[in-house]
């Protein structure tokens, strides 16, 4: 009974909830307010050869949509995994996100979309996501970076099968591609959120900065009626354990 009383909808553990909300608020805000800041500002066009050699792909408009249901269910995945897993996983998203922003603000870039002539139905998808998603902060790709986070934060986990390990890193590299063929990124975004994503975890791995993160929202978390009682925090924290 216990154990049910901690999650939500029976999958969703409840001590995750304020830090995976936080992690969307800080996203959201750092990827619009960014563009609020600099709008006006010069934009930077990194456009290469290669990039101009890709072709449009409306069909993958589909993996460019759907990747957003993939990252709800893996962050919450790894979220399940333990509290400790999800605490430094979320220290390198946090951190991944304050990287963004700085490189956002400090190097605006932009790049020239083609025109959409089809008349099928991703032909319109594709016109669609232009029409809502401005030409800006490019580098890194949040698209990128999110879907990789999504497959290393299960990436050599007991607790998930094999099988949607390999799929999530799959799914991942077809997110990947799917910035290229619908050109909504070049090709060094791509590299870049990769390789942020990798090193921003690598830190929250090795470092014990996800300690303080825990605290934080361990309190918070006991305020509000999702902690049923306090953490022991004798040089490492420790599980709660239903």
Not at 194 to 210: A, D, F, M, P
Request: charged share 15%; glycine share 6%.
């Amino acid at each position: 009974m216990n154990q049910k009383k901690d999650y939500v909808l029976r999958w969703i553990p409840k001590y995750s909830i304020i830090p995976l909300i936080t992690a969307l608020v800080l996203n959201t805000l750092v990827y619009s307010g960014t563009m609020v800041l600099c709008k006006g500002l010069y934009h930077h066009d990194f456009t290469t050869a290669f990039d101009r050699m890709v072709p449009v792909l409306p069909e993958f408009t589909s993996i460019y949509l759907i990747c957003y249901v993939f990252w709800v269910v893996n962050y919450i995945m790894t979220a399940r995994i333990s509290r400790e897993h999800m605490y430094r996983f979320l220290t390198a998203d946090y951190l991944s996100r304050i990287v963004c922003g700085i490189l956002f603000v400090f190097l605006p870039t932009t790049l020239v979309r083609p025109e959409i002539t089809g008349t099928g139905f991703w032909d319109q998808a594709l016109r669609f996501v232009y029409s809502i998603d401005q030409s800006a902060n490019l580098f890194p790709s949040i698209h990128c970076l999110v879907s990789w986070f999504c497959y290393i934060g299960i990436r050599h986990q007991k607790k998930i099968p094999v099988w949607y390990q390999r799929f999530s890193l799959v799914f991942a590299i077809l997110v990947c591609i799917s910035t290229q063929v619908t050109k909504q990124h070049y090709i060094i975004d791509v590299f870049g959120g990769i390789i942020l994503s990798e090193v921003c975890y690598l830190i929250g791995r090795k470092t014990n900065l996800y300690q303080g993160l825990w605290k934080v929202f361990e309190k918070i978390n006991q305020q509000v009626g999702l902690e049923r009682r306090s953490v022991k925090y004798k040089g490492k924290l420790s599980e709660i354990k239903g």
